[in-house]
Nanobody, 126 residues
Framework: QVQLVESGGDLVQPGGSLRLSCAAS????????IGWFRQAPGKEREGVSF????????WYVNSVKGRFTISRDNANNTVYLQMDSLKPEDSAIYYC???????????????????WGQGTQVTVSS
């Protein structure tokens, strides 16, 4: 069974940090671009960060550059999103997503992405 399972979401104060994990199973992990999307109430889903396994290239949405870091452990089929200096506007459900084709993660908020996790809630509030 192919699946992506997120963990690590929590309630954190502004300025705090969280690390999200995405564990993949049932797929050729090294062939997939894996990344993170988020969706806040009343807002469209948006791409947050992606990472290619082939060349390690990364992409970040402008609002998280310098604060979030994506990494992947190909030996353990896991992708991480280290989130520092969190802001209330980072509050959302964060979804792990994967597809063999990079352009699908970059296009139309992931409309054509093949694999999705169930999501993990991140709340940034004092």
């Amino acid at each position: 069974q192919v699946q992506l399972v997120e963990s690590g979401g929590d309630l954190v104060q502004p300025g705090g940090s969280l690390r999200l994990s995405c564990a993949a199973s049932g797929l050729a992990f090294e062939d997939y671009v894996i990344g993170w999307f988020r969706q806040a109430p009343g807002k469209e889903r948006e791409g947050v960060s992606f990472m290619s396994s082939k060349d390690g290239s990364t992409w970040y949405v402008n609002s998280v550059k310098g604060r979030f870091t994506i990494s992947r452990d190909n030996a353990n089929n896991t992708v991480y999103l280290q989130m520092d200096s969190l802001k209330p506007e980072d509050s959302a459900i964060y979804y792990c997503a994967g597809d063999p084709q990079y352009w699908k993660l970059l296009s139309q908020n992931g409309k054509w992405v093949e694999l999705w996790g169930q999501g993990t809630q991140v709340t940034v509030s004092s």
